[in-house]
C-alpha cells in the first residue's frame, strides 16, 4: 500500500514514480465537499480554519486518498485527480489554443460563417469561436441592414460591452466629427480604444452600406508583425512589451486616458496575444528623454514593419458583411473614399475576450467535433 506521510504543513504520497507534495490549506479548501452541486460555487470558508492546520490520519484506500483532519472532518480525493494538480495540468483550459499567423494573403482563406446558421446551429457558433481564438478574424455573411441584425451575432458570443462610444457606434461621414473615423479620411493601422483602462476585446464592425470609391479595408495580424521583430530586433520587442505608453481619447465631453503596453503577452502560453496601438490615441510620450532614444526606434520599427504589405490584407467590405477580429490582436484601418460620392456606413460593437473563451468552453464541452471541418 502506497505510504503517505504527514509533514508540518502538508503531505507526501507516491503518485507514479514521483513523490507529490500537497498542501494542507489546499487539500481541505478543495475537498470535494467544498463545492456547491446546483451552482459549483465554492461554500467551504478556509478562512475559518485553525493556522496550524493539519491531517491528523491519510491514507490511499482503492483510487482515493482519505484524510482525516484535526477537527474530524473526512476529505477523499481522487488520485488521477490529485497526480493531474502534481503535474500542473489539473485545470484543462480548451480555450488556450495556438494561434495561427497569417499574412497578405489571408482574405482567400479567412473563415466565413452565414448569419442564419450561426442563428440556427450552436455548432457552427464553435467554428467561429474557434476561429476567432486561433486566428483571430472571421467574416460573417448575410446581415440584414439593422440594428438588431448586429445585436444579435454579438449576442451568439457574448455580452455586448460598452465603451466610451456607446454600446454601439455608427462609423460614417459625420458633420462636426468627434474623430477621424467619422471622416472620409484614411485610417492608419490601429486597435481601437487603447485609452481605455481595458481596451475592447473582439470588434465587429457590420456593413451596412458601402457605395463610396475607395475606403477599403485594411487588416493586419500584428501576433504575426510582433513575432517577426522579436527574431529580428529581439531588443526591440523587450522595449515594446515592457513601456506603457500613454493614450489619451478627447471629444466635448471625454478625456479618456489610459497606460497600455505596445505588445501584451499571454500569459498562459507566452505567446503575443496582441497590441495596442493608434498613432492618432498615442498621448506625448512621457518617459525620460534619455529613454526616447531606445524607445522611438523600436516603436518606429514595427509601426512600419505592420505597414509592411507582406502583412497587410486589403479588402472591400461590402453590405451585409460583417468583418469580427480580436481587437488587440489585429490592427485594422481604412483607405480614404471619395466625398459626396455615395454612402459608407459601418455600425460597430464589442464582446469580452473572455466571454468569447467562454462561449467556446462552454460549446466545446457540448460540441466536442464542431459545426465541421475547419
Ligand atoms: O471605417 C472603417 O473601415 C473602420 C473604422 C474604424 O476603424 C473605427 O471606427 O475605429
Ligand atoms: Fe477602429
Redesign the pocket.
Known sequence: MALVSLMEKGLLIPVGSELAYFNYFWLRDNCPSSWDAATQERIFDILAEADDLHADAAEVRGNYLWVTWQNGHESQYDLRWLESWHKEDGRIDTAIRSRQPWYSNHYENMARFDFETLKERPAEVLDWAEALLDDGIALVKGLPNTDQALQSLCELLGVVRPSYSGLA?D?RQKIDPVNL?YTNKA?EL?T?EAAEEFPPGIQF?HCRVNDVAG?N?LFVDAMAVANELKKTHPDYFKILTEYKVPFRYTTHSHDIRAKQRIIEIDQNNGEVSGINFSQHLADIFDFPQHEMDVFYPAFRKFGQMLQDPRFLMTFR?NAGECIVFDNHRIA???TSFEDGGGLRH?R?CYVDRGELRSTYRVLKAKYPAGGRNR
Open positions: 457606434f462609423v473615423a485610417l490601429h481601437d464592425l475606403g479595408s467590405l485594422h484601418g481604412r459601418l460597430g
